[in-house]
């Protein structure tokens, strides 16, 4: 994923989750987030910028973390911040860390050395990389000097560290080990399992023999099919809402929703998933979210508290007897609600900031320009797959959405960490006015 801000205190973010790995997902966020809430001089929010992956600023903070290893139950993750001013490199963080999945421990760069050895390995580096050597990335297996004194910034030196398939130590140096000078370029330096025998701790020689071994990854299982993490609080969001089917036009949207990866959340009325069980049951199994939006589409406002109950009631059933979903959300029929509405639904009403006014147009050149000048991070956008104009301009919305740096969720995915209330209302996620904040 990528994101990044524009302005004073630019800053750039290119990163990797685990499906299914929530807490490893989780503090990587948080991570994030403080970068971005420090840059912002208080709370970040997500923009809709054009994804640069892989740019150093040359004025600002880039940040990559990538996994590095996956074996097993085990994960490495490395994470590098840089701070630029006018060009300069004034700030620097490259760190290695490994996570068992299993059992939540994380191992740091620094606990894969044996802590009274590293002054021998100091000098083990500082020979490996002489001037004729640091003009590249080294691989060498040098004689076994004498230790080098300790130092204050071993820590510092062990950072990054990892083990080659081969078992050899492998660690990337910003600074010359002997001297602490500053490299003009990182250097990775390799070191053979002989020369390092009692450098490595035993919780090193345990990730070494793991990564020798290469057992295929123990990958956790998802939360829930095709809502993969992300956090629209670091993000710029946007979910594709879809009202009044399911028909032969859903089929089709489908095949163009797959084709760009993209899920979605489908309002669906109770008496056409009795007509068209098959494409209800598809839009499930496709990994999309199913929503209640009544039996029969009256206006709630206009029906007493029983009859409102029975409109929704009989769309969970026919929508549950044909997908084994049970929809935890509900749309009014024409977003008219009101007290008595909220207190008979039984579920948190979701209504939308962004209306295409695709029924009304029925045309791609009216509303595709009318959603896009709507749109802002957080938003909901109201669409109905009845229409086959509505889904001829899909594939368009879809591309000049993801253009504008927004990514495209279900409501799973945008209100993810926010407790939403039966009966209340809720038609977009952010600090704009009428949306609910997420932090």
């Known amino acids: 994923m ?8 630019p800053t750039v973010a290119t990163w990797q989750y685990i499906n299914g790995a929530q807490t490893l997902n989780n503090k990587l966020d948080d991570r994030l987030l403080s970068i971005f809430d420090a840059r912002a001089g208080g709370r970040h929010e997500p923009a809709a910028l054009p994804a640069t992956p892989g740019a150093l600023l040359a004025d600002g903070v880039s ?4 996994i590095i290893l996956a074996t097993g139950s085990i994960v490495g993750s490395r994470f590098v911040q840089t701070t630029m001013n006018d060009g300069v490199r004034t700030g620097l963080i490259d760190e290695i860390t490994y ?3 299993s059992t939540g421990v994380v191992t740091g760069s620094a606990a894969l050395i044996n802590p009274g050895m590293t ?31 300790p130092s204050a910034d071993d820590a510092g030196l062990l950072t990054a560290v990892a083990f080659t398939t081969q078992g050899l130590l492998s660690v990337t140096l ?6 602490g000078a500053t490299l003009p370029h990182p250097v990775t330096v390799t070191l053979n399992a002989d020369a390092t025998a009692d450098v490595v701790s035993p919780a090193g020689e345990a990730l070494r023999t793991a990564v020798i071994t290469g057992a295929p990854f123990n990958a956790p299982q998802p939360d829930r099919g095709g809502a993969a993490h992300i956090n629209c609080d670091l993000v710029a969001c946007a979910a594709l809402t879809y009202d009044d089917g399911p028909n032969a036009q859903t089929t089709r949207l489908l095949a163009i929703l797959e084709k760009h990866h993209v899920f979605a959340t489908f309002f669906q009325q109770g008496g056409y998933v009795r007509a068209n069980p098959a494409v209800a049951k598809a839009v499930a199994a496709a990994g999309h979210t199913i929503a209640n939006h009544t039996m029969s589409h009256p206006y709630l406002t206009k029906l007493p508290p029983a009859g409102i109950a029975n409109e929704v009631q009989g769309a969970r059933n026919a929508i549950e007897r044909a997908t084994g979903v049970v929809p935890a959300y509900v749309r009014p029929p024409y977003g008219a609600t009101n007290t008595s509405v909220a207190a008979s639904v ?11 006014l695709d029924w009304q147009s029925k045309s791609k050149a009216a509303f595709l320009p009318r959603i896009m000048g709507l749109v802002k991070p957080g938003s909901i956008i109201l ?6 104009s509505t889904v001829d301009g899909q594939s368009e919305l879809i591309t000049q959405l993801k253009g504008k740096g927004f990514y495209l969720v279900t409501l799973p995915q945008l209100f993810e960490g926010i407790d939403l209330k039966p009966g209340a209302s809720y038609k977009c996620r952010g600090a704009a006015p009428g949306c609910v904040a997420g932090r």
């Open 2 to 9: 990528t994101t990044r801000t524009a302005g004073a205190a």
């Open 63 to 66: 940040v990559t973390h990538e």
């Open 99 to 101: 996570e068992d999945l």
């Open 119 to 149: 002054g021998t390995l100091r000098a083990l580096l500082a020979e490996a990389i002489s001037p004729s050597l640091t003009t590249a990335p080294t691989t060498t297996t040098p004689a076994t000097p004498a230790p080098a004194p």
């Open 174 to 179: 910003h600074r010359d080990p002997g001297t």
């Open 346 to 356: 039984g579920l948190p009403q979701i209504l939308w900031d962004v209306d295409s």
């Open 383 to 388: 669409l109905h797959d009845v229409h086959a």
